[in-house]
């Protein structure tokens, strides 16, 4: 199993920064590919961000150029760290890891981008 700890949520104005970061409580070079989503009120879950123990990455058009994905090996922790910020990308940010075809959660963090 793998439990994931979200941590960086908030609130920001338009065009700030945010960093999220999640912790695995396993070695993530184990783990196939971690990632962001992200649940806007009234709205279905979607990716925002992915990457492999590759380190491939792949990313939602809405936010290519803007999030960058980055592994952390030694911490075992994944960040995403967003920059220029909109109101659009206010939601529930919930960090994703697929091991062994499992897919496990957080508990996710609240991100709040004001006009």
């Known amino acids: 199993q793998v439990q994931l700890v979200e941590q960086g949520g908030g609130l920001v104005q338009a065009g700030g920064s945010l960093r999220l970061s999640c912790a695995a409580s396993?070695?993530?070079?184990?783990?196939?590919?971690m990632g962001w989503y992200r649940q806007a009120l009234g709205k279905q879950r979607e990716l925002v961000a992915t990457?492999?123990?590759?380190?491939?990455?792949n990313y939602a058009n809405s936010v290519k150029g803007r999030f960058t994905i980055s592994r952390d090996n030694a911490e075992n922790t994944v960040n995403l760290q967003m920059n220029s910020l909109k109101p659009e990308d206010t939601a529930v940010y919930y960090c994703?890891?697929?091991?062994?075809?499992?897919?496990?959660w957080g508990q996710g963090t609240q991100v709040t981008v004001s006009s």
């Open positions: 990457i492999t123990s590759g380190g491939t990455t």
């Open positions: 396993r070695s993530i070079f184990s783990i196939n590919r």
């Open positions: 994703n890891a697929v091991y062994r075809i499992q897919n496990y």
